[in-house]
T-cell receptor
Framework: ETGVTQTPRHLVMGMTNKKSLKCEQH?????MYWYKQSAKKPLELMFV???????ENNSVPSRFSPECPNSSHLFLHLHTLQPEDSALYLC?????????????FGPGTRLTVT | AQKITQTQPGMFVQEKEAVTLDCTYD???????LFWYKQPSSGEMIFLIY??????QNATEGRYSLNFQKARKSANLVISASQLGDSAMYFC??????????????FGQGTILTVHP
């Protein structure tokens, strides 16, 4: 069991490119999350999917487009990004543990927009 | 809204000594949980310890313990017998269901811990 995996680990793209980030978990979790981690800022929740349905969009610009084809896979499609979008993008999935829901994180994709 | 404050941008500790990382929180939810995560330079967030708001005893996990003071709204992480491998960024986060069936985490700014040999 490898937990939550993310590909690619590193990505450099120009502002006119289109790319996708992939997240995969085979832990049987029903909720999956995208976070953005910029330098010197707390993790920012971007999107949440629960049972493949998008349940949260925290005012994320439309140049970020999430997709959840099934409970095990989550994508983040990127197009016409800005340099300020350079950050570490973390994926997580969660399940119930007692009275709480523990989130398991992937290793992240470090994105640089040039 | 929920808020986590970590006032120590950086901390230094000597190997084998104990260190306390501070965390204060603010929430209006009657039921919540506090998490601590470790993030090495590789980027992955590693779960360390959890404390529920109704838990009577402070949580412990090996060398990690959580000093939970509900009235003061603080949830400090104590690492005993520090090791070189403990050098990393540490995040405090507050969890709440907030009407969802999956819960959400709100993170603090993090504290960079450096362990000296």
């Amino acid at each position: 069991e490898t937990g939550v995996t993310q590909t690619p680990r590193h990505l450099v793209m120009g502002m006119t490119n289109k790319k996708s980030l992939k997240c995969e978990q085979h832990l049987g979790h029903n909720a999956m999350y995208w976070y953005k981690q910029s330098a010197k800022k707390p993790l920012e929740l971007m999107f949440v999917y629960n049972f493949k349905e998008q349940t949260e969009n925290n005012s994320v610009p439309s140049r970020f487009s999430p997709e959840c084809p099934n409970s095990s896979h989550l994508f983040l499609h990127l197009h016409t990004l800005q340099p300020e979008d350079s950050a570490l993008y973390l994926c997580a999935s969660s399940h119930r543990t007692g009275a709480t829901y523990e989130q398991y994180f992937g290793p992240g994709t470090r994105l640089t927009v040039t | 809204a929920q808020k986590i404050t970590q006032t120590q941008p950086g901390m230094f500790v000597q190997e084998k000594e104990a260190v306390t990382l501070d965390c204060t929180y603010d929430t209006s939810d009657p039921s919540y949980g506090l998490f601590w995560y470790k993030q090495p330079s590789s980027g992955e967030m590693i779960f360390l310890i959890y404390q529920g708001s109704y838990d009577q005893q402070n949580a412990t996990e090996g060398r990690y313990s959580l000093n939970f003071q509900k009235a003061r709204k603080s949830a400090n992480l104590v690492i005993s017998a520090s090791q070189l491998g403990d050098s990393a960024m540490y995040f405090c986060a507050i969890f709440s269901l907030r009407g969802t069936s999956y819960g959400k985490l709100t993170f603090g700014q993090g504290t960079i811990l450096t362990v000296h040999p």
